[in-house]
């Protein structure tokens, strides 16, 4: 693994990071990262984030993988996203919008 990925584990663990921090730093990865994989499932597991902010982030942040690498993996997506909706409605506009991003930007 290479030094940038390491330390967004690092900083998206900390207690100490405040959420805000956490968001600049999940935007952030899209930018410095090219493993459209590493990204997904870094997205997918704060997507399951117990704090709005940085789970509707994270899920929005799939939609933009889909737009930048032209990649998705539908079918590991849509069961956490199934899991999220069912669990938390008040996140099923940002899965809508993250939805309609990969349908428009893969041909999965």
């Known amino acids: 693994m290479n030094h940038i990925k390491e330390e967004i584990l690092l900083i998206m663990d900390s207690s100490t990071i405040s959420y805000m921090g956490k968001c600049r730093v999940l935007l952030s990865a899209l930018s410095d990262i090219e493993d459209w994989r590493w990204l997904q499932e870094l997205y997918l597991k704060y997507a399951l984030d117990h704090n709005d902010s ?37 996140l099923k506009g940002r899965i809508k919008d993250s939805l309609d991003d990969i349908s428009t930007f893969t041909t999965s």
């Open 54 to 90: 940085i789970a509707g982030l994270s899920i929005t942040c799939i939609g933009h993988i889909a737009r930048i690498h032209q990649n998705i993996d539908l079918s590991r997506v849509h069961k956490v996203f199934q899991h999220i909706a069912e669990t938390r409605p008040n």
